[in-house]
């Protein structure tokens, strides 16, 4: 079945270690988004990409990266310098938005992200 | 940036109730989705709905866009219905599209 998949569900970090979460579609869309999600909040955008090997700041970027090297991966790598990083996260993807807009964003089942 | 704002914030009803979540946006619109978010936190699409009414068994959803304003109607509530349910909007900017959420709606039934 064509999805999005995130792994690990869970996943436990000690301070001062990066870690990298992965996300992997196979629904042949062009976009991508890194969603953060604290208790009882909305979702805020992390970092998005519209195309492979270029992507784009969101809201909150400081203390993450992302590659985007493949059509059907983009990893988010939660480094030490984001000082609160436990949250839920949350990957989307979308049909290319360029010429064909108005197009809906589907979600993988997230990770969550736990300092030790 | 643009604002979106979801009423209301909480909302407990028996099994069996309708209801209606509201959201409001401070800007013009290209698109407009609603989530439910179950326990679980898994993020289920509802609605894609920029302008308009569309029906989903008993959910039903309308936007009007003019009015920057959109609900989501919940017939005859079942626990499963229970969950945050968010609207998420994106606003008119070609080459830079991207949604912001609004913070939910936290909808509890009792059986």
């Known amino acids: 079945d064509g999805g999005i998949t995130q792994s690990p569900k869970y996943l436990f970090r000690k301070e001062g270690q990066n870690v990298t979460l992965s996300c992997e579609q196979n629904?042949?869309?062009?976009?991508m988004y890194w969603y953060r999600q604290d208790p009882g909040q909305g979702l805020r955008l992390i970092y998005y990409?519209?195309?492979?090997?270029?992507?784009q700041k969101g809201d909150i970027a400081e203390g993450y990266s992302v590659s985007r090297e493949k059509k059907e991966s983009f990893p988010l790598t939660v480094t030490s310098a984001q000082k609160n990083p436990t949250a839920f996260y949350l990957c989307?993807?979308?049909?290319?938005?360029?010429?064909?807009?108005?197009?809906?964003?589907?979600f993988g089942d997230g990770t969550r992200l736990s300092i030790l | 940036g643009i604002q979106v704002e979801q009423s209301p914030p909480d909302l407990i009803l028996q099994e069996g109730a309708n209801s209606t979540l509201r959201c409001n946006f401070s800007?013009?619109?290209?698109?407009l989705q609603w989530f439910h978010q179950n326990p679980w936190g898994q993020l289920i699409n509802l609605f894609y709905?920029?302008?308009g009414t569309k029906q989903n068994g008993r959910l039903s959803a309308t936007t009007v866009a003019t009015e920057r304003y959109s609900l989501l109607y919940i017939s005859s509530s079942q626990t499963t219905d229970s969950g945050v349910y968010f609207c998420?909007?994106?606003?008119?900017?070609?080459?830079?599209?991207?949604?912001?959420f609004g913070t939910g709606t936290r909808l509890t039934i009792i059986p």
């Open positions: 989307a993807s979308s049909i290319d938005l360029r010429g064909r807009r108005n197009q809906p964003q589907h």
């Open positions: 629904l042949n869309h062009d976009a």
């Open positions: 990409s519209q195309i492979v090997n270029d992507f």
């Open positions: 800007d013009s619109v290209n698109n």
């Open positions: 709905i920029p302008s």
């Open positions: 998420a909007v994106e606003v008119v900017n070609f080459g830079n599209e991207k949604l912001t």
